[in-house]
């Protein structure tokens, strides 16, 4: 079964520094999305991507965020400038039409901000 | 976004079925009822979704009231890696998007 899938796994970053987080979606999948999870919290919506632009964001997702679909099959997260609070599991998510279909989301990437 | 309430925690014993309630008394006539799970260390899971009939998968069943203000998640024969948080969602299309609000959801316990 296709599936969601996210690198890296772990990565550490010092405070101030810029991180991309990548994701390769579902092949024939048209909507993408970002969440994340601090320890022991809920999951967030971050964004919304449809035909190269966001469809929607949350109040999380400030200027220091920005997402990007650069080939046809990769999605990034840009996070400029990290944060200690930016530290988290990262969720990518896909869906082959946007209305009321399931969401396939990726193992994450846990973020360490130092 | 409409909201949802679920019980903290439940507990089974493996092989045995397990009912999941949700209410959602401010349910809208077009919002689809959608219920993820999140097994340890792992990204959020679909496991099934309706709108006003029920609705049975190889995972599980949905059983949505009359009125729609509640729903039950069904797993007919619990087994150890159903162990997870079970997250009820009620899903309001905006502009072709649709994100999913993640509330604290039931954490099910399975016994062996």
């Known amino acids: 079964e296709p599936e969601v899938t996210q690198t890296p796994s772990h990565q550490v970053t010092q405070m101030g520094q810029e991180v991309i987080l990548r994701c390769v979606p579902i092949?024939?999948?048209?909507?993408f999305y970002w969440y994340r999870q601090i320890l022991g919290q809920k999951v967030e919506f971050l964004v919304s991507f449809y035909n190269n632009e966001i469809s929607e964001k949350s109040e999380i997702f400030d200027d220091q965020f920005s997402v990007e679909r650069p080939d046809g099959s990769n999605f990034t997260l840009k996070i400029r400038s990290t944060k200690l609070e930016d530290s988290a599991m990262y969720f990518c998510?896909?869906?082959?039409?946007?209305?009321?279909?399931?969401?396939?989301f990726g193992d994450g990437t846990r973020l360490s901000i130092l | 976004d409409a909201k949802t309430t679920q019980p903290n925690s439940m507990e089974s014993n493996e092989e045995e079925p397990v009912h999941l309630p949700c209410n959602h008394s401010?349910?809208?006539?077009?919002?689809?009822i959608h219920w993820y799970r999140q097994l340890p260390s792992q990204g959020p899971e679909y496991v099934i979704h309706g709108l006003t009939s029920n609705v049975n998968n190889r995972m599980a069943s949905l059983a949505i009231a009359e009125d729609r203000k509640s729903s039950t998640l069904i797993l007919h024969r619990a087994t150890l890696r159903d162990a997870a948080v079970y997250y009820c969602i009620l899903t309001a299309l905006q502009g072709g998007s649709e994100k999913l609000v993640f509330g604290k959801g039931t954490k099910l316990t399975v016994n062996p």
């Open positions: 092949s024939n999948h048209l909507y």
């Open positions: 998510a896909s869906t082959r039409q946007g209305a009321n279909q399931p969401q396939h």
């Open positions: 401010t349910i809208s006539g077009t919002d689809y």
